[in-house]
């Protein structure tokens, strides 16, 4: 089975501060994709990565960047945090060469911006 | 661009009764289309998916879906919903990255879904 780990469950950060996101797949997928989740909106794209050092912009990437160094992990990072952004962070991951993969989600991270 | 719309955003329905949730999608191409479930506190787990084929798909759980193009729909269908299947409902709908290779998906709103007992 897949298995997508995000390293935290919650996280509670204060107005300002840089926030890291981690999130780890251990099938070797190629792709990596990183949303956000708000009730009544449903899960929006921030970013995603199709290969080590690649990133391409989803749908609502302002006041977020990833870094993938790796090809098992990829980064969600909040350089300045702010009280807009408090929300559920999906991390997700699909193999290149199959195009009707669905993707393969974590748990989710719930941040709580203060 | 492709959209998802999901026009239901409670539903709720008695143990053993028949279950419909609708979803509508907006893409150029022969679409790639999805439907995942997320029950409380975890991640999204795909139910089914629709790429090419059986217009009518089978799934996980006992669910089923409709891939109608004339219609633009993808409704998802149960004919007997056991209380365990309260979660909220996502459908979604795949678009080729031509930068390497996959789907990135967009996601309609959700339709959260009661069981009554």
């Known amino acids: 089975d897949v298995k997508v780990t995000q390293s935290s469950r919650y996280l509670v950060k204060r107005t300002g501060e840089k926030v890291f996101l981690e999130c780890v797949q251990d099938?070797?997928?190629?792709?990596m994709f990183w949303y956000r989740q708000d009730p009544g909106l449903g899960l929006r794209l921030i970013y995603f990565s199709y290969d080590v050092k690649m990133k391409e912009k989803g749908d609502i990437p302002e006041g977020y960047s990833v870094s993938r160094e790796k090809k098992e992990r990829f980064s969600l990072i909040l350089e300045s945090a702010s009280t807009n952004q408090t929300s559920m962070y999906l991390c997700?991951?699909?193999?290149?060469?199959?195009?009707?993969?669905?993707?393969?989600f974590g748990n989710g991270t719930r941040l709580t911006v203060t | 661009a492709q959209s998802v719309t999901q026009p239901d955003i409670h539903i709720t329905v008695s143990e053993g009764a028949s279950l419909e949730l609708r979803c509508n999608y907006s893409y150029g191409a022969t679409p790639y289309l999805f439907w995942y479930v997320q029950s409380p506190g975890q991640g999204l787990q795909l139910l089914l998916k629709y790429f090419s084929g059986d217009t009518l798909v089978q799934g996980i759980k006992g669910f089923e879906a409709e891939f109608k193009r004339s219609q633009s729909s993808f409704n998802l269908r149960k004919p007997s919903v056991h209380w365990s299947d309260a979660a909220e409902y996502f459908c979604?709908?795949?678009?080729?990255?031509?930068?390497?290779?996959?789907?990135?998906?967009?996601f309609g709103t959700g339709t959260q879904l009661k069981v009554e007992l």
């Open positions: 997700a991951s699909s193999p290149r060469t199959d195009y009707n993969s669905p993707l393969h």
């Open positions: 099938m070797d997928h190629e792709n």
């Open positions: 979604a709908v795949g678009a080729l990255f031509l930068t390497g290779g996959g789907n990135k998906l967009t």
